[in-house]
Each structure stands twice: as structure tokens, then as C-alpha cells.
């Protein structure tokens, strides 16, 4: 079985960054989580390696070169988003198994503060920003077909019925979905992925765009737990009650859902959450 740990992850990064004559002294693992993200000290520059999102993904560098297309792109218009890195090919790579991408390093801004109202105005921008891309994005792909994916590697792990209930759930979400407009979104903009740098406000992590309604990055903001979503929805110039982002939101708990209980595959700490997301899921159902 293919080592999937972060260290095998870390040595992807590392051996293909020295390949391309980036000394590596200092690996610093800034998150495991879905991805492993390390910044490859001391050069200015983090490698991103999908790990539990390589699952949702038949292919995970695909995911990795349109976020590349969609980042570039946003920083040649000026908008405030982590660009690619400079210092070597930024990708995707394929190394021992792993996709691999390299991103500049952001310095944190310890007295910056991500505010709902910074927030909404920026991710109001970044709809702005995205509405010129003009390369092609999957329709609803990571609201509904990466979920679907992660459902058949979860058949064995739930109750036919609990299983049945998903598929039911994500299959009314896609009928929402496609019935309204859409368009370029970031496709997981919640307050996270918006980093207090130095330079003020970057967005991050950009693996999920897509086409869809904007009220999914809406319903991303709203469902954050670091700001008060509302507000964030309000300073964006929505109604935080309107009918898209209600559609949005019963989309957004589905799909998390199922993401949860994919990431608690490597990480079993995490099954205990996982397991009361789907209760509290199924509870609200009915």
C-alpha cells in the first residue's frame, strides 16, 4: 500500500524542490489536514500536496493545475491572492504518488485581522475579479461530483441507509444547484482561506473553483466559524436569509459532511466529529 503519511508527503516536496536547485534546510509543516502544506524554509516558498482531497479526486493534479490557471490569472489583473511560486516550475508535479504545487510564501501579519466586513468586501471583489476568467471551469464539480466520488469509497464504511440518505441529500442539492445562475467562484471561500498577510488580505486555496451559484462562496463565508458569517454575507451585499443562499447552504452541509467523514480515514481522531456532523445532518433532515 502507497505511503500516505505527511513525512512521505513532506519528502515529495522536498525531493522535487531540490531537483529544480531549491535548498531545502528547514522543512516547517504549516497543515495536515486535507492537504499538507510546508513551507520549504528558508526559501520563500510552500508546497501544497493533496492528501485526503487526492481521494474525492480521480485526478488530483488536474485540481492543482486549474487552481494554478484560475491563481495566475487573478494575479496578473492585481487581485489580492497567494500567487504561484516564482522561484521554480510551480506545477503540478507528480512525485512517489503525490500531486505537488508550489506557492509563494505569505508572511503572516499578526496584527491583521480577517473582520467580517474585510471579508465580505473581498470576496465581493473576488467575484468581480473572476467574472473575466477565461478558461473553463467544472460545473458544480466540487459541490457534487467530488462528493458523489467520496460516496463510493465510503459505501463500506456506513449503513446502507445512512449511505441512501447522502446520495438522496446531494442529489437534491444538484437539482437547486443547476436550476440557478452561475458563475467563476474561489468554490470554498470561507474566512480560512483568507490570509492576514503583510500586504493586507490574500486569497488562498483555490483547489475547488468551479462553476456555480456565487451564493456557494456565500454559503462558505456564512458557515465559517472564525467570523460572524452573517455579517460577512451583509458586507458583501447579500441577504444572509435569501433563497440561493439557503439552496447554498444545504449543499455546502452535505457535501462537508461526506468530506468529513472521508478525512477521518487518515485521521481516526477525527471520526468522533465526523460521526456527530452526520447525526446533527440527519437530524436536520428529519
Avoid at 12 to 26: C, S, T
Avoid at 101 to 108: G, K, L, M, R, T
Avoid at 228 to 242: S, T
Amino acid at each position: 500500500m502507497r505511503d500516505l503519511s505527511t513525512g512521505a508527503a513532506v519528502g515529495a516536496a522536498v525531493a522535487l524542490a531540490e531537483e529544480h536547485g531549491l535548498r531545502v534546510r528547514e522543512p516547517v509543516v504549516l497543515k495536515d489536514s486535507y492537504n499538507v502544506r510546508v513551507h520549504l524554509r528558508p526559501a520563500p516558498v510552500v508546497a501544497r500536496v493533496p492528501t485526503v482531497t487526492a481521494l474525492g479526486r480521480p485526478e488530483p493534479a488536474e485540481a492543482l493545475r486549474r487552481e494554478l490557471e484560475v491563481v495566475s490569472y487573478l494575479h496578473r489583473q492585481g487581485a489580492p491572492v497567494v500567487p504561484p511560486s516564482a522561484l521554480l516550475p510551480p506545477g503540478p508535479h507528480l512525485r512517489d504518488g503525490f500531486a505537488v504545487s508550489f506557492w509563494e510564501y505569505a508572511e503572516p501579519a499578526p496584527s491583521q485581522e480577517v473582520t467580517p466586513e474585510a471579508a465580505g468586501r473581498a470576496l465581493a471583489a473576488l467575484h468581480e475579479a473572476l467574472r473575466g476568467f477565461p478558461g473553463e471551469l467544472p460545473h458544480l464539480g466540487a459541490a457534487l461530483d467530488e462528493p458523489a466520488h467520496l460516496l463510493g469509497l465510503l459505501a463500506g464504511d456506513l449503513a446502507p441507509g445512512v449511505l441512501d440518505r447522502l446520495r438522496e441529500g446531494l442529489a437534491e442539492s444538484g437539482a437547486r444547484l443547476r436550476a440557478r445562475r452561475a458563475a467563476p467562484v474561489h468554490g470554498d471561500a470561507h474566512a480560512g482561506n483568507l490570509i492576514a498577510a503583510k500586504g493586507g488580505l490574500l486569497w488562498n486555496d483555490f483547489e475547488e473553483s468551479m462553476s456555480a451559484p456565487p451564493g456557494w462562496d456565500l454559503a462558505c463565508l456564512l458557515r465559517s466559524g472564525r467570523i460572524d458569517g452573517a455579517a460577512a454575507v451583509r458586507a458583501y451585499g447579500a441577504d444572509p436569509d435569501g433563497p440561493e443562499l439557503r439552496d447554498c447552504q444545504a449543499a455546502r452541509a452535505v457535501q462537508g459532511v461526506i468530506w468529513m467523514l472521508a478525512r477521518a480515514r487518515r485521521f481516526p481522531d477525527g471520526r468522533p466529529a465526523a460521526e456527530e456532523a452526520l447525526r446533527a445532518w440527519l437530524r436536520a433532515r428529519g
